[in-house]
């Protein structure tokens, strides 16, 4: 699985008009081929720090987003925040549950 992680600082003044287009873009990106999850989140302390998670389920997969049309759109947005998309990808090779949680605790 590969997850990315896109943090935006938007200007306050800018703040609604890019959550509506990240909004706008959740269905067609969640279509996809290969899309686990497109979430966007808002900081509680800080509402114009906005975070946008992605699960994908190959590299093959994110590169096609990568060069799709609506990540353009998403990059095209940089004149609504204060610094540049600040983009993380990480490939998962393991992924656990609750049940380690269980193992660590003992129950």
Request: glycine share 6%.
């Amino acid at each position: 699985m590969i997850v990315v992680s896109i943090t935006m600082h938007v200007l306050p003044e800018k703040q609604k008009e890019l959550v509506q287009t990240i909004l706008s873009m959740v269905g067609s990106t969640e279509k996809a081929a290969g899309c686990l999850s497109y979430t966007l989140f808002c900081n509680l302390e800080d509402r114009n720090l906005l975070n946008l998670l992605e699960e994908w389920q190959t590299r093959k997969d994110l590169d096609q987003h990568l060069r799709s049309e609506l990540f353009g759109i998403l990059l095209g947005t940089k004149s609504l925040l204060t610094e540049p998309h600040g983009i993380q990808i990480h490939t998962i090779h393991q992924s656990e549950g609750m049940e380690a949680v269980h193992a660590v605790r003992g129950k």
